[in-house]
Each structure stands twice: as structure tokens, then as C-alpha cells.
């Protein structure tokens, strides 16, 4: 079985080399040079997080001049807290300029988004980008699942997720994330494999299918034997 974390800002249960799972780490742009030597197997995203998207030009500058680093394999986390930071008048142009990168390197983009269905929706309907929009961390419920699949969101599920909501993601649409939790990859395909009834193995392939193809150059794991 080969594990992938799609969305982590540390890297668990392992040392730089042991191939348990790959990961794509986030890392703020400021950050990444230190973090592309210390962990030399795995890819990463950047961005700037909605939470500090106010004074965030040095850090956008900073940005645009390393994202087309080929370790650099998504353009976020990005996106919309209505919950916490700066007013979205402040947010949404900071998320735009991370749409513009994303389709110029054609890198797909990972998404934060608190309370923000309607304006993610409107936004994505109007940008009509080719990269693949995944949002991390999905906890909204069958509706918004239903209304996001529509206009060709991706989802990427952690330790808390609405089973409710799995029904209508589209399998090929699918990926798993420890984002800060503590919980292992292991356990969130355990948890989300049997929401789905599914087994493990099984469903395991289905996640490493997507994740080849939206991000054909992550480095494969060595296979985890669960037997
Ligand atoms: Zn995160």
C-alpha cells in the first residue's frame, strides 16, 4: 500500500528517509530553502495562508520568485477564512494572485476555506483555470460537496471530515491529509476507507492513482505492508 499525504506542515513518524509515505509539506515562502535540504524526498506547496494575507507583499515577491522551483508541486495553501484574519477585501486579492501563479506554472492549487462556500464557488466559476483546485481539509457537509463537485473542486480529507459529504465526492477527486493532527496517514485512510465501506487496499490505489496523476512527481513510497 503506498500512503500519500497531500497536505502536512510537519512531517511524522519518520526520519528524511524512511519511505513510509510521501508528503507534500507546506511550507511559507520564506521557509523553503531551508526545508528543500532537510527533506530531500518529499515535494512541497507554498503560499501565503489567508490568515496573513494582510502585509504580505515581501512575501508574495519572495513567492513568485521561487514557485517554479520543480520541488514546489502546488501553488497554497491559499484561499478564504471568514472565521479568522484580515476582511475579505484583503483576502480575495491575495487569493487571486495565487490563481494567476497556479495557471501560469500550471501547479494546482491547495485551498483553506472557512465559511467561504459561496465566494470559492463564484470565484472559481469566473477564473476558469485549467490547474486543479483542491481544498484541503474538507469538512462541509453533502450539499456543499454536491454544489463544489459541480463546477470541478477537489477535496483532500483529514482526521475530521462529514461522512455524510463522502457519498458525493467522486473518487477521482479524492485525496487525505494530516494538515497539524497528530493522527498518522495510516489512520485517516483507515478512518475515511471505512466511512466508505471500502477496503483499505483498495481504496488506498484509488488515492495513489489521483495523486500520480495531479502530481506526477512526487516520489513514490516503498510499499507498507499491513500484514
Ligand atoms: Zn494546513
Not at 130 to 138: A, L, M, N, S
Not at 203 to 226: C, D, G, H, S
Amino acid at each position: 500500500m503506498e500512503l500519500y499525504d497531500i497536505h502536512t506542515h510537519q512531517i511524522l513518524l519518520e526520519d528524511n528517509d524512511d519511505p513510509y509515505h510521501s508528503c507534500i509539506l507546506d511550507v511559507y515562502p520564506l521557509e523553503f530553502e531551508f526545508a528543500k535540504e532537510t527533506y530531500k524526498r518529499h515535494s512541497f506547496s507554498c503560499g501565503i495562508h489567508p490568515w496573513y494575507s494582510e502585509e504580505s507583499e515581501s512575501q508574495m515577491k519572495y513567492l513568485i520568485e521561487i514557485a517554479s522551483n520543480p520541488r514546489i508541486i502546488a501553488i497554497g495553501e491559499t484561499g478564504l477564512d471568514k472565521i479568522k484574519g484580515p476582511p475579505f477585501n484583503v483576502q480575495i486579492p491575495v487569493f487571486k494572485r495565487h490563481i494567476e501563479l497556479s495557471e501560469q506554472l500550471k501547479k494546482p492549487l491547495i485551498i483553506h476555506a472557512v465559511k467561504a462556500w459561496e465566494e470559492l464557488y463564484h470565484i472559481r466559476k469566473e477564473a476558469e483555470p485549467i490547474q486543479p483546485w483542491i481544498i484541503h481539509g474538507f469538512r462541509g457537509n453533502a450539499q456543499v460537496a454536491q454544489q463544489m463537485t459541480k463546477v470541478g473542486f477537489m477535496f483532500s480529507l483529514g482526521e475530521r471530515f462529514n461522512v455524510d459529504a463522502l457519498e458525493f465526492i467522486p473518487y477521482d477527486a479524492l485525496f487525505c491529509e494530516t494538515d497539524e493532527s497528530e493522527t498518522t496517514i495510516l489512520e485517516v485512510y483507515q478512518q475515511i476507507s471505512s466511512a466508505l465501506n471500502q477496503d483499505i487496499e483498495y481504496f488506498a490505489t484509488q488515492i495513489a492513482q489521483n495523486v500520480q496523476r495531479i502530481f506526477p512527481t512526487l516520489q513514490k513510497p516503498k510499499e507498507l505492508k499491513t500484514q
